[in-house]
């Protein structure tokens, strides 16, 4: 117990470590074959190579990554995947293959080529290794969308995080980095009304043409600038639940099969929809974005304009607090004075967990009430802003505590209590479905009863 917490804990506050489980393994030279099978998915030798990689490639220290784990993390996928299909949960290819092209750019931008990322992968051609990560993106999906399924319901009350705290030996509680708290000032180049007109119009010419008869994937090709969606012709499939914004959702929800929307806006730009088919509770859809774009004049007025108030704050005219309140852009943080959240609500923020690079390279040498240089970002919805923030408080390295790291305590204590649910949901569910482990893997210590001993 008092390892399992610890290393729950590290998870969080970005202290990694993998257990080396022990297992008596051949010498033999290895070959690419079946290693296990669970319900009707396979497990090759080679899949527990390219998960070393993958680890590799994300920065582990494979030298203390055993097989035995990594099968055991296969074998959980695996049994995922298998009862998410017998539960009829869907994941429809137009999903997976925008989730692999965009893959495959990662990959060829990695590797410097097509043909390097087919050779490092052992395969015959990029046809045979589009097919293989087809079938993993498809399985991943799976089982994701089966353990939100078992978790859904899975809630945490304050004694039970104080009981999970309290359990963890003193000696074993990790150290939390350097943390600070953030404000920040947004201003964004302005849009004019005559080009957000010019953009509606352009929308309503492509809507009449293709009420006229012209493809709506062609359109996509020509004019959207959704990168997400362009190989696939602007589709998605939705439904109540999907995470979009919700001026979209309530226009593609009044839509009729055949029917396409007047332009509408969002925070990401002007958008049009044309709704193909209901399914159920899902819509496929197709939808183009189109985004008016500011002047260069709107742009440098901008930036001179957040300069400007910078000076204004450095001269103690107004406070950073006070400026963000009346001249902020982001609307998010605009009415706090500028205080910037993490996406659990937390203020602290772990600077060497920091994700935006750009941030950190903004604040990582600040002191407390020291202003950032005016930077130019980009946000969530790939528009250019200029932005400034202040480092309003720094909180050293140090163990973890109850009080003040309760919100990190908080997410770890209830991803616990989900992998409890999960890891029984596991255990009663490999006797009920055909598990086959080659001789190879017969000495694995797995943490769940794989071998049906």
């Known amino acids: 117990m008092k390892l399992f917490l610890k290393n729950i804990l590290m998870a969080v506050f970005t202290v990694v470590s993998f257990v080396n489980v022990q297992a008596q393994q051949t010498n033999k030279k290895r070959i690419d074959g079946i290693v296990g099978v669970v319900g009707n998915y396979v497990i090759l030798d080679s899949d527990i190579d390219n998960m070393f990689i993958q680890a590799k490639e994300t920065g582990y220290d494979t030298s203390k990554l055993g097989r035995c784990e990594l099968f055991g993390t296969l074998l959980e996928n695996k049994l995922f995947a298998h009862q998410a299909i017998q539960d009829s949960i869907v994941v429809t290819d137009d999903e997976i293959n925008s989730k692999l092209d965009l893959q495959m750019d990662r990959m060829v931008e990695y590797y410097g080529s097509v043909d390097n990322v087919v050779k490092f992968y052992n395969k015959k051609n990029i046809e ?227 994700e935006d690079r750009i941030l950190y390279d903004m604040v990582s040498n600040l002191k407390v009430g020291e202003v950032s240089k005016n930077t130019l970002v980009t946000d969530a919805s790939n528009k250019q802003a200029f932005k400034i923030v202040q480092v309003t408080n720094k909180i050293p390295q140090h163990l973890a505590d109850f009080s003040q790291d309760y919100m990190q305590i908080r997410f770890v204590a209830l991803k616990a209590k989900q992998n409890e649910v999960l890891g029984k949901w596991i255990a009663d569910n490999i006797n009920n479905t055909y598990i086959f482990i080659n001789n190879d893997y017969q000495n694995c210590n797995f943490k769940s009863n794989w071998l049906k001993k």
Do not use: C, W
């Open 128 to 354: 045979e290794f589009k097919g293989t990560l087809f079938d993993l993106i498809k399985e991943g999906d799976l089982a994701k969308r089966m353990q939100d399924k078992l978790i859904v319901g899975v809630s945490i009350t304050p004694e039970e995080i104080r009981q999970f705290y309290n359990k963890i030996p003193k000696d074993s509680l990790p150290m939390v980095g350097e943390q600070i708290e953030l404000a920040e000032i947004v201003m964004k180049p302005e849009i004019t009304s005559a080009q957000k007109q010019a953009v509606i119009d352009k929308l309503n010419q492509i809507r009449q043409e293709v009420l006229d008869g012209s493809s709506f994937a062609s359109k996509v090709f020509m004019y959207s600038e959704d990168s997400g969606s362009i190989k696939t012709g602007g589709l998605y499939t939705i439904d109540k639940k999907t995470p979009f914004v919700k001026e979209f959702k309530d226009v593609a929800f009044s839509l009729k099969e055949g029917e396409i929307s007047k332009p509408f806006e969002t925070d990401h730009g002007y958008h049009i929809i044309m709704l193909e088919k209901i399914v159920g509770k899902n819509l496929e859809l197709r939808h183009i974005l189109i985004k008016p774009q500011p002047t260069d004049e709107a742009i440098d007025k901008a930036k001179t304009s957040l300069d400007e108030l910078r000076i204004r704050i450095l001269n103690k005219e107004i406070t950073f607090a006070d400026a963000a309140r009346q001249y902020s852009e982001q609307k998010e943080t605009k009415q706090s004075g500028g205080i910037v959240l993490d996406s659990s609500g937390e203020s602290r923020i772990e600077l060497n967990r920091m």
